[in-house]
């Protein structure tokens, strides 16, 4: 004891005593770990594949938390503890990899040093995007099987504001496909792709959105209706909440929402102007023939266009028209609204 004391109190001691004492320390806390945490994949042949996203600069908490969270590993802090002993924390590579329930710190570390073990690719989907053209991007890209994403889509409903028991909707999952860039992994299945989407969607319409829908006595169904004809219809972010306003003010007076969107989603071919002809097919889609809102959506809508439906701008018009750099006209009576077209050609 003495000699320890003797230790203290002498500088350089002192230095080699908490030299050693931290050595000792990460040691132990090493055998701890090796211990717990042997090299190598746990038994998990029956395990079930976890799908693990390492995104661009994330720290090595962040990656241990995500680990934790899905269950890949058992404690987030000795996975820390271990990157950092073995100074691999700058190592782990971004990308996708495939891991199981409860893998051993060391074999998880091992294939995040290697790489991404997944063949993925990035896909922007725009705002506005059909299920068919959503399909179309992804069966070019030997994402999905373009014919079984079309067949899921006419039924798929995993949340429960999305049932709709109207026997006319095309499509189920059509307005709730939110629209974003994402990394797919290819050949994955349509409800994998779907679910990655449809989530996406629910994460967005929080509980704020909810609450407004609720006081606006929107259910989802009638709001991305509304959301995907806004925005089939605005080409600018200013015009979103006015045209919302005015499907609500014609849907006030039981006046027929008439919106050319709503016929080219009804035609087996989009046309660049439509005839009177069109605006007579015989579809439920058709808003000219039918009033209040089509069955469905006619698109998935971004969130700039679910807001406007959501925050509309107040007005008492009836009639809008773009001109021919997309910029919309309104007005109040038919007759103004003549006068404008005329005006604008």
Known sequence: MKFIRYIKNNTIG??????????????????????????????????????????????????????????????????RLLAKI?????????????????????????LLIKGPTLNTIKVTIPEGYT????????????????????????????????????PNVKY????????????????????????????????????????????????????????SLVEAEARYENDRPIIAQVFFNRLKINMPLQSDTTIQYAMKERKEELMIKDTKIDSPYNTYMHYGLPPGAV?????????????????DYLYFVADSTGHNHYSRTYQEHLRIIDSIK
Do not use: C, W
């Open 172 to 227: 189920k999952v059509e307005g709730y496909l939110f629209p974003d860039t994402y990394e797919f992994l290819i050949n994955s299945s349509p409800k994998q792709i779907m679910d990655i989407m449809l989530n996406e969607f629910n994460k967005k319409y929080d509980e704020e959105l909810r609450k407004r829908a609720k006081d606006k006595n929107l259910s989802a169904h009638e709001l991305v209706v509304l959301a």
């Open 86 to 110: 073995k100074g691999l924390d700058k190592q782990l590579k971004v990308g996708s990899y495939i891991l199981q329930k409860d893998m051993s710190d060391s074999a998880v570390m091992e």
């Open 131 to 166: 299920v068919e053209k959503i399909a179309d991007v992804l069966s070019k890209d030997n994402i999905v099987d373009r014919n079984e994403f079309l067949r899921l889509a006419k039924s798929y409903t995993p949340y429960e504001y999305m049932k709709n028991n109207d």
């Open 14 to 79: 002192g230095i080699l005593l908490k030299y050693i004492t931290g050595i000792a320390v990460l040691f132990i806390m090493a055998v701890i770990i090796g211990f717990h945490y042997p090299s190598g994949q746990t038994d998990n042949a029956n395990n079930k594949q976890i799908v693990i996203e390492i995104k661009s600069g994330m720290q090595t908490a962040q990656i241990a938390a995500l680990l934790k969270d899905k269950d890949v590993i058992d404690h987030d802090f000795y996975f």
């Open 299 to 315: 698109g998935n809508p971004g969130m700039a266009s679910i807001k406007a439906v959501l925050y509309p701008q107040n007005n």
